[in-house]
């Protein structure tokens, strides 16, 4: 389950009849949030519900959805869950995004670090040539670091940001990830962008404006 705010009301006065620029997205709690340009759809809940969790009826699949809360954009006219690992070559792909918040368990949040944050899923990095084998092996083929960058802490906040490439089928792919540790330990938040290499250098200012919006609050005193 998740809250979207689609204009707040600040937005809507400055800009007047032409709408709303961005849509605003927060978690449950409230606690992550985020914005996207308001061109970019929705995918339906229930359709990335049934991709992340099986089966609703499933008490496991209950369970896990209680503990993450999820969200997902795409750039394109048509969207697609798809578009989380592939689009189109070239300039023509567009971008998509996908946040998840996810309330850690006890042996997770014992080995919370940050490059817990970095190997999560979907489109874990690799930290370790054993790790990338086992990427590779699972379809996950021509990783390539860009960069990698430890967040200035927040509030006791901690953040990694990292953007790296991966071969998906026959293009390579360009991923985006922040992701946020709370400052209790309890709860991981992270935000992924999709884009071809090309798109993403001719959008670059677009997905910042994305990533750059991409907080989490400080809730809990450490």
């Known amino acids: 389950m998740g809250t979207v705010v689609g204009a707040a009301m600040a937005a809507s006065v400055l800009s007047g009849c032409a709408g709303p620029e961005y849509t605003y997205v927060r978690d449950d709690t409230g606690g992550t949030y ?83 944050l970095r190997v999560s899923p979907p489109m874990p990095v690799p930290l370790t040539e054993e790790q990338q084998k086992e990427f590779e092996a699972s379809g996950l083929t021509g990783f390539e670091l860009l960069a990698d960058e430890v967040l200035p802490i927040t509030d006791g906040v901690r953040g990694v940001h990292t953007v790296y490439n991966y071969r998906v089928g026959d293009t390579v792919q360009t991923f985006d990830r922040t992701a946020y540790l709370s400052a209790d330990g309890t709860t991981a938040s992270t935000l992924l962008i999709r884009c071809s290499p090309a798109c993403y250098r001719q959008r670059a200012a677009e997905i910042g404006t994305v990533v750059k919006s991409f907080k989490v609050k400080h809730l809990i005193n450490p």
């Not at 896990?64 to 070559?89: C, I, K, N």
């Open 34 to 116: 985020f914005k996207v340009p308001a061109s970019w759809r929705q995918i339906d809940q229930k359709t990335l519900d049934k991709e992340l969790f099986g089966d609703a009826d499933s008490a496991t699949a209950q369970l896990a959805r209680q503990a993450m809360w999820t969200a997902a954009f795409d750039a394109y006219d048509e969207p697609s869950l798809t578009h989380l690992v592939l689009g189109s070559a070239g300039n023509d792909d567009k971008p998509f995004v996908f946040a998840k918040v996810q309330k850690l368990s006890e042996a997770e949040q014992n080995a919370a670090s940050l490059n817990l």
